[in-house]
């Protein structure tokens, strides 16, 4: 084995994280030397309840215990950010075969972007196979309780932004 750092991005919109994100999150972190958690601003949505700077604090209260990894906001491809950061490893979550579909794609072009770069699925655990930020939401704004979804240390903090409000989500804006 070389002695070069085995490093592996584990991009999302974590809009808000999710006790699914951490999972994937914890359990690349027992695989690789460093993983990147990259909030990722997807051009598919339009709407987020958090900003990409607020879903990196809450990555961060919850991911604290974690001493290998970082947690960094990119707007780029993410093969392309892989590349410059020496990444080996994407890494994905999966929780049904609706999502392999689509991450296989994904993984697809990102191989032709960056050849050096393999994606890593990691299939959730099963509690968690029902289990998206969307989710979190809609159960919140209706005001049921998201504490089995959500880490305890953000809990209060996407409730307190989710809870009874129908019309939560900031316009996501190009700068």
């Not at 990147?36 to 209260?61: G, S």
């Not at 392999?100 to 890593?120: D, G, H």
């Amino acid at each position: 084995m070389s002695g070069k750092e085995k490093i592996a991005i584990c991009p999302g919109s974590f809009d808000p994280v999710t006790l699914g994100h951490l999972d994937i999150i914890t359990r690349s972190s027992k695989m690789f030397d460093k993983v990147i958690v990259v909030v990722a601003k997807n051009y598919l949505k339009n709407n987020y309840a958090f900003t990409p700077e607020e879903r990196v604090e809450l990555l961060k209260k919850c991911t604290g215990k974690i001493k290998n990894i970082e947690i960094v906001i990119s707007d780029g491809l993410i093969a392309d950010f892989a590349k410059a950061k020496g990444a080996v490893a994407i890494v994905k979550g999966l929780r049904a075969v609706s999502d392999f579909e689509y991450e296989f794609q994904q993984a697809l072009t990102n191989k032709r972007i960056n050849p050096e770069v393999e994606t890593v699925f990691i299939t959730t655990s099963a509690e968690n196979m029902f289990l998206s930020s969307s989710v979190v939401k809609q159960v919140c704004q209706y005001g049921g309780d998201i504490s089995t979804f959500v880490p305890g240390e953000v809990r209060d903090e996407i409730v307190k932004r989710l809870n009874g409000n129908k019309n939560i989500f900031i316009e996501h804006r190009e700068e």
